[in-house]
């Protein structure tokens, strides 16, 4: 039979683990699954995170970073964000088909909405986007899943989601930005939890009866948590980052300091620094400190305090309070 799932955490390691290990089942029958996230940003599976978000102030604010498997741009996520998830057999899958349930779920609260290009649902009368959706298929299953914004915090969304002020040269896929509303702005009733009962009303009007399920009890344990501790890693949050290069630069007491820096996989692989410090071996000495060091400003830091001399340590003092 059909299955609904709805995830009560708000941890997004967990829900892009019930999301994966649902896909990764099989999917003998249509499923849809909806959760929340707090305070989250998710990007895309080719893209950098530097790039799409401002990571430290997004941690330093208790936020969290995560990966996920499909393509496509970044999004934040807070409590005013429902998440679904189609996670449908092969010969099942039709994306117009389950836009369709998204249409059909918010028409009640008086939204008309309509596809738009590839990925996103918009709010016809205004053409501003509600939603973004993502794909991904297996040999036996296919997922589509998507947000919709009813009550985001959009002064969060603009700065966290906001490009850093570090020059980068990039790979990665890139987000498209759009204007984006709310869903509460055009239906002033709409709530989280009307909306969940919107959405599996619709999902079983247009795939038939379906049974709601514990995902704790539905799911291999063991899968879980080797999903989870997945999402929560270094190597698949940042590691997973295509090659990029990044320029910092600072002005010191004791003259200007010019940091270019290539990545792989999250990792410093070439250190270059200019510099009109008095000291003329100061350059090789902190490009050769930073070789090999995890990109964060902890790590950066950590990596010249360890030397000697006053530049050394303003260097890192200036690493550790960088944010990218």
Not at 258 to 277: K, N
Request: proline share 4%.
């Amino acid at each position: 039979m059909n299955g609904l799932y709805e995830s009560a955490g708000f941890d997004p390691t967990v829900n892009l683990a019930i999301e994966e290990a649902l896909l990764l089942s099989g999917a003998q029958a249509p499923a849809l699954f909806l959760w929340q996230n707090a305070h989250t940003v998710v990007i895309g599976r080719g893209q950098n995170a530097w790039k799409e978000c401002r990571v430290d102030a997004l941690r330093e604010a208790g936020g969290t970073l995560v990966r996920r498997t499909t393509g496509g741009g970044a999004v934040y996520h807070d409590l005013g964000n429902l998440n679904f998830s189609f996670v449908m057999p092969k010969a099942m899958y039709d994306v117009a088909r389950q836009l369709g349930v998204i249409r059909r779920a918010v028409a009640p609260f008086g939204v008309e909405a309509e596809a738009s290009g590839r990925n996103d649902i918009v709010l016809k009368a205004s053409g501003a986007k509600f939603s973004g959706n993502a794909f991904r298929r297996t040999q036996q299953a296919a997922l589509h899943h998507g947000t919709l914004l009813v009550d985001v915090d959009m002064d969060n969304l603009g700065r966290f989601l906001a490009p850093s002020q570090a020059k980068l040269a990039a790979k990665g896929v890139q987000s498209v930005r759009a204007r984006v509303e709310n869903l509460a702005a055009h239906a002033p009733g709409i709530t989280i939890p009307a909306l969940k009962q919107a959405l599996f009303d619709a999902f079983v009007q247009e795939y038939g009866p379906a049974e709601m399920r514990d995902w704790q009890t539905a799911l291999d344990p063991v899968l879980m948590v080797e999903l989870t501790e997945k999402y929560r890693s270094w190597d698949w949050t940042f590691g997973t980052t295509p090659a990029f290069d990044i320029t910092l630069m600072e002005r010191f007491a004791w003259g200007q300091a010019e940091l270019m820096l290539s990545l792989r996989r999250g990792m410093v692989t070439d250190a270059r620094c200019y510099t009109d410090a008095n000291d003329p071996e100061l350059a090789e000495r902190v490009a050769q400190a930073l070789i090999g060091s995890p990109f964060t400003p902890q790590d950066l830091a950590a990596r010249l305090r360890q030397a000697e001399g006053a530049e050394m340590q303003d260097l890192a003092q200036w690493l550790a309070e960088v944010r990218v």
